[in-house]
T-cell receptor
Framework: GNSVTQMEGPVTLSEEAFLTINCTYTATGYPSLFWYVQYPGEGLQLLLKATKADDKGSNKGFEATYRKETTSFHLEKGSVQVSDSAVYFCAFRDDKIIFGKGTRLHILP | DTAVSQTPKYLVTQMGNDKSIKCEQNLGHDTMYWYKQDSKKFLKIMFSYNNKELIINETVPNRFSPKSPDKAHLNLHINSLELGDSAVYFC??????????????FGEGSRLTVL
């Protein structure tokens, strides 16, 4: 069935390190892909999205490219900050939005 | 002005009780959802309503009953609460008639603790 697989956390990095959080999906067709972020004590909010193959979504220094051939949508940031500490969810839209299990990110000062 | 607001934010209650969580959105969206997030942060959709009509009803015990009096409100009533119902419940909304939509707007969550 349709599903999203993302790397398990927690991921701990030092400030200014390079970040990659892997995400792959299994779906029929070419769904829209999303990354959501959940800061402590808050609800999820959309971080970025891509609606077709080779599209790149970007926001707040984060980027992810829709790779049809590898069915992937990996999240990257060149230099993370302490304020990026949060849980990140990869998701795609089929007849409903399906979320991955989330990856907790800790950034150390 | 909170776009999606849900109350209460915290709820502590005994097993066997009945409780409700309310949700309101002022975004003019036509679709609303309830999600359950467990202690490991896993997010699972429970229900979805479009213009007051139920369109998604995942495998949820029938102790859970959503009610949508109008498209701006979606309430969740839970009967005979069990320990396993302890979680954070998130309300969300979206506008479904745009081709490239999919963005969900979430409330801040209601943390339910069943003792």
């Amino acid at each position: 069935g349709n599903s999203v697989t993302q790397m398990e956390g927690p991921v701990t990095l030092s400030e200014e390190a390079f970040l990659t959080i892997n995400c792959t999906y299994t779906a029929t067709g070419y769904p829209s892909l999303f990354w959501y972020v959940q800061y402590p004590g808050e609800g999820l909010q959309l971080l970025l999205k891509a609606t077709k193959a080779d599209d790149k979504g970007s926001n707040k220094g984060f980027e992810a490219t829709y790779r049809k051939e590898t069915t992937s949508f990996h999240l990257e940031k060149g230099s993370v900050q302490v304020s990026d500490s949060a849980v990140y969810f990869c998701a795609f839209r089929d007849d409903k939005i399906i979320f991955g299990k989330g990856t907790r990110l800790h950034i150390l000062p | 002005d909170t776009a999606v607001s849900q109350t209460p934010k915290y709820l502590v209650t005994q097993m066997g009780n009945d409780k409700s969580i309310k949700c309101e959105q002022n975004l003019g969206h036509d679709t609303m959802y309830w999600y359950k997030q467990d202690s490991k942060k896993f997010l699972k959709i429970m229900f979805s309503y479009n213009n007051k009509e139920l369109i998604i009803n995942e495998t949820v015990p029938n102790r859970f009953s959503p009610k949508s009096p109008d498209k701006a409100h979606l309430n969740l009533h839970i009967n005979s609460l069990e320990l396993g119902d302890s979680a954070v419940y998130f309300c969300a909304s979206s506008q479904e008639d745009l081709a490239d939509t999919g963005e969900l707007f979430f409330g801040e969550g209601s943390r339910l603790t069943v003792l």
